[in-house]
């Protein structure tokens, strides 16, 4: 009799949470308290609000508790542009998603992006602001950004932005101006040298009518410049920092 009793509330129960069960994982009653309202929040810049409407509207066709919330965010995350997405229904007939996207802060190689949160992403072919192009081992991408934020607040007051940043396998860098000047800062104390040699380039160039194509400064005391003359040779010049002479 005691089992009896226990095997039969234990179909009641059963008989009593299936239903439920059911209808909250959209088993059955998948169209009864159809989803009616679906908003869309975020800074739309560069994501397209059609996109992620046309992407999210056929799934919400479903009842309230069909809808599969992991499909309805993978489907927005795959947008170009969109870096993350959250998603979330709020009794009774509404879908909330709320998405951030990708800010872009240089070109990374050839074909990808590199966002403000130091993230690689592609994108199909669009219009971009001028942006500079960074290259180098993907695993320090953030390293290369924080490296052209210093370089860049260097030059600024000279009216030059850095345009391209290259780390070598090896640790090399190297950077070039919006002026088309080529620095190789090399591996190592490049803070320093870099600094330093910003502080002296407005002197280097009033003293000369020639054009400063490249400057090396991997040496410990001092700096090889190349400066392209009239004849369109380059011409290879020394500044020693100890004797402050060319």
């Known amino acids: 009799n005691a089992v009896l009793r226990i095997a039969a509330w234990i179909l009641a ?13 959209g088993w059955i ?21 059609r996109q992620v409407r046309a992407a999210v509207l056929p799934m919400v066709r479903q009842g ?9 965010r993978h489907r927005i ?15 009774p007939d509404r879908l909330e998603v709320s998405l951030t996207e990708y800010r872009p802060v240089a070109h990374w190689g050839e074909d990808r992006l590199l966002a403000e949160s130091g993230a690689l992403f ?7 602001p001028r942006l500079p192009r960074f290259d180098g081992p993907e695993s320090r991408a953030t390293e290369v950004q924080t ?35 080529e620095i190789a800062v090399g591996r190592n104390d490049t803070e320093h040298r870099l600094a330093r040699f910003a502080r ?3 002197k280097i160039r009033s003293g000369s009518d020639r054009q400063l194509v490249r400057a090396d400064l991997r040496y410990t ?3 090889a410049l190349v400066w392209q003359d009239a004849s369109d040779v380059p011409a290879a010049t020394q500044m020693n920092m100890e004797k402050g002479n060319t």
Not at 122 to 128: E, M, N, Y
């Open 77 to 91: 995350a795959v947008l170009p542009w969109v870096e993350d997405a959250q998603v979330r229904k709020r009794w």
């Open 200 to 202: 002296l380039l407005p």
């Open 147 to 181: 490296f052209h934020g210093q370089a860049r607040a260097m030059f600024l007051g000279m009216g030059l932005q850095v345009s391209r940043v290259e780390l070598s396998a090896r640790g090399g860098w190297q950077l070039t101006l919006s002026d088309g000047l």
């Open 122 to 128: 592609k994108v199909p072919d669009v219009a971009l």
């Open 13 to 25: 129960i059963a008989l009593v949470t299936m239903p439920v069960v059911a209808v909250l994982n």
């Open 64 to 72: 309230f508790f069909a809808v599969d919330m992991e499909q309805v």
């Open 29 to 49: 009653a998948g169209a009864r308290w159809p989803m009616r309202h679906l908003s869309v929040t975020g800074e739309f810049r560069l994501v397209d609000e």
């Open 221 to 223: 005391n001092g700096f």
